[in-house]
């Protein structure tokens, strides 16, 4: 298995634009999880998924940010409108009950 | 509630010298407890992890932790550290009944040669 897959890497955006991160769980897992990681932070769950149903969004920040998980293989993460503030690197991990798997995570600026 | 605390920002240690990372956790149940790591630009990579049983749990590339109980601790350990084993470390408990977790703020380790 390739691992859980994120793309893109990195993206730059201009604020007020929308922005939709996506990711690839691995086969086979299901839960699936949204984190941020930022200096001042560390890392926070933002959102967390099983069975493609969201169990757990205290996380998210604010209305601006919407998860979705049509189905077990892929899910997204928008920001709509984006802030400078939301300049973070934000991972998703899948599990299939006893450990995360982390993908290499997007790196995510707006300017 | 839930949380962790690793208690170094940073740790700079020789080459070949002995490591211990400090974790404490607060959780009112048996926890599930993991060590990662994180290089620059990457993800997270599972060292190792306690859920029961014997309380000195082996991981990957020769790290160790040992679960106690009574001082609510999960510190890593490493007889002789390797310049390669530079990176972010990062301490977590699992929610139990969920597959939630919690992490520590991490400890930056830094190897001189």
């Known amino acids: 298995d390739a691992g859980v897959i994120q793309s893109p890497r990195h993206e730059v955006t201009e604020m007020g634009q929308e922005v939709t991160l996506r990711c690839k769980p691995i086969?086979?897992?299901?839960?699936l999880f949204w984190y941020r990681q930022t200096m001042m932070r560390g890392l926070e769950l933002l959102i967390y998924?099983?069975?493609?149903?969201?169990?757990?969004d205290s996380g998210m920040p604010e209305d601006r940010f919407s998860a979705k998980m049509p189905n077990a293989s892929f899910s997204t993460l928008k920001i709509q409108p984006s802030e400078p503030r939301d300049s973070a690197v934000y991972f998703c991990?899948?599990?299939?009950?006893?450990?995360?798997?982390f993908g290499q995570g997007t790196r995510l600026t707006v300017v | 509630a839930q949380s962790v605390t690793q208690p170094d920002i940073h740790i700079t240690v020789s080459e070949g010298a002995s490591l211990e990372l400090r974790c404490n956790y607060s959780?009112?149940?048996?926890?599930?407890l993991f060590w990662y790591v994180q290089s620059p630009g990457q993800g997270l990579q599972l060292l190792l992890k306690?859920?029961?049983?014997?309380?000195l749990v082996q991981g990957i590339k020769g790290f160790e932790a040992e679960f106690k109980r009574s001082q609510s601790s999960f510190n890593l350990r490493k007889p002789s550290v390797h310049w390669s084993d530079a990176a972010e470390y990062f301490c977590a408990v699992g929610v139990r009944n969920t597959d939630k977790l919690i992490f520590g703020t991490g400890t930056r380790l830094q190897v001189f040669p």
């Open positions: 086969s086979g897992h299901n839960s």
């Open positions: 998924f099983n069975n493609n149903v969201p169990i757990d």
């Open positions: 959780y009112g149940a048996t926890p599930y």
């Open positions: 991990a899948s599990s299939a009950g006893t450990e995360a798997f």
């Open positions: 306690y859920f029961s049983g014997d309380t």
